[in-house]
């Protein structure tokens, strides 16, 4: 029985990938070590923190990092640190930045919900989102003229919720920052690569802790010196308000370490899924395919598609009931409502593709049984 269970809640089957609201990780029992041996023991903070900044600038290569309660938080507190620094009066006044340098620029398409609105979590560290172009369509020029002398940070979201098409490059956006001397924040929140936006020129970075690197929840921001050194500070204002524990913070610090001898799984999970594939294989009305993550990232899953005529039930009916069950199984379903289903197997514990393919033998076969009735 799983802890969850034992205070009554139903058993979950995550298919869908490192989603919050199903828990983001499930932790490698290392990791989970950690956390225990930290809630039960004490720690200098403040050392605490400098050490986690070190850890972190080590495995992205950045100057310096400082460790988040998530990556949301990383966002306000980012934005506070770019625009009221290490100055204590102007970090206890945010989120009023009033007079200050406060925009904070945003391509349309980039301006969206990750589960809560992106804009929003900019407000809360005193930032003024200033939207250029349209949701599918951004022009350099649009950027340009966004920029004036109350421009604090241009914000760069890499994401699958962004709009991918029509936005401009993380290159351009790097070239303008450079050239007009801003500093961009680049929201890598749930990217496996925890090198590549430093490399390119970002100069701050966020991350969830609890997506790629798969730790506790937790996140970390990583970059310039001076702009980390102003995130620590924000600590002492809205900073205070998202506060991250001693045990996420060395569970973040362990997850790090892992993630820095991690091997290469794609071939595990390709595997995985084509055995899932295969044994669906002859189940009327699903066809199976592997296909790479949208947004490009080494992420292989199994995609079902579901032809209503065939199947006796339409994708959407099959997640609702795949949902309902016990244990309830999450499937990935961004593209159900065109009879798509995805199976994620990254979150899947051991052998839980078995509960998977047998469910979904069950659904359809109890829907031929009810139509030949
Ligand atoms: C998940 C996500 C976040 C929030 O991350 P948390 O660690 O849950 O706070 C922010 N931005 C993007 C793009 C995300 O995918």
């Avoid at 770019?82 to 204590?88: H, K, P, T």
């Avoid at 701050?204 to 010196?225: H, M």
Wanted: charge should be neutral; include cysteine.
């Amino acid at each position: 029985m799983s802890i969850y269970q034992k205070f009554g809640l139903r058993k979950i089957i995550n298919a869908s990938g490192k989603m919050t609201v199903l828990g983001a990780s499930a932790v490698h029992s290392e990791v989970a070590q950690a956390l225990s041996a930290a809630a039960m023991d004490y720690v200098d903070i403040h050392e605490l923190m400098i050490a986690a900044g070190r850890k972190i600038a080590q495995v992205t290569g950045a100057e310096n990092g400082c460790p988040t309660a998530g990556a949301a938080p990383g966002i306000a507190i980012a934005t506070a640190a770019v625009i009221a620094g290490e100055n204590l009066t102007l970090v206890e006044r945010v989120p009023n930045t009033d007079g200050l340098k406060n925009e904070i620029i945003l391509q349309k398409g980039h301006s969206v919900n990750f589960g809560a609105s992106l804009p929003q979590m900019i407000a809360l560290g005193g930032g003024k989102v200033v939207e250029v172009g349209q949701a599918n369509h951004v022009e350099k020029d649009h950027i340009l003229r966004g920029i004036n002398e109350k421009t604090a940070a241009l914000f760069y979201i890499k994401s699958h919720h962004a709009v991918q098409k029509g936005m401009q490059s993380l290159e351009t956006i790097v070239a303008i920052a450079k050239e007009r001397n801003i500093p961009i924040i680049v929201d890598a929140a749930a990217e496996e690569d925890f090198k590549y936006y430093i490399a390119s020129g970002a100069d701050i970075v966020i991350y969830s802790g609890g997506k790629a690197l798969e730790g506790p929840t937790s996140g970390l921001i990583c970059g310039r010196d001076d702009l980390i050194k102003a995130c620590h500070m924000q600590y002492k204002g809205i900073g205070r308000a998202m506060k991250v524990g001693k045990e996420a913070i060395i569970g973040l610090m362990t997850a790090l370490d892992r993630y820095e001898s991690k091997e290469d799984d794609s071939q595990g999970q390709i595997n995985r899924m084509n055995w899932l594939i295969n044994e669906l294989s002859n189940v009327p009305g699903i066809k199976g395919s592997l296909v790479q993550d949208e947004a490009g990232r080494d992420i292989y899953r199994a995609q079902l598609t579901i032809d209503e005529k065939i199947a006796g039930i339409n994708a959407v009916a099959l997640v609702e009931n795949l949902e309902a069950g016990n244990p309830a199984i999450y499937t990935r379903n961004y593209y159900a409502n065109i009879g798509i289903i995805n199976i994620d197997p990254r979150p899947l514990l051991m052998d839980q593709e078995k509960v998977i393919t047998s469910r979904i033998r069950e659904i359809i076969s109890e829907c031929k049984r009810k139509e030949k009735k």
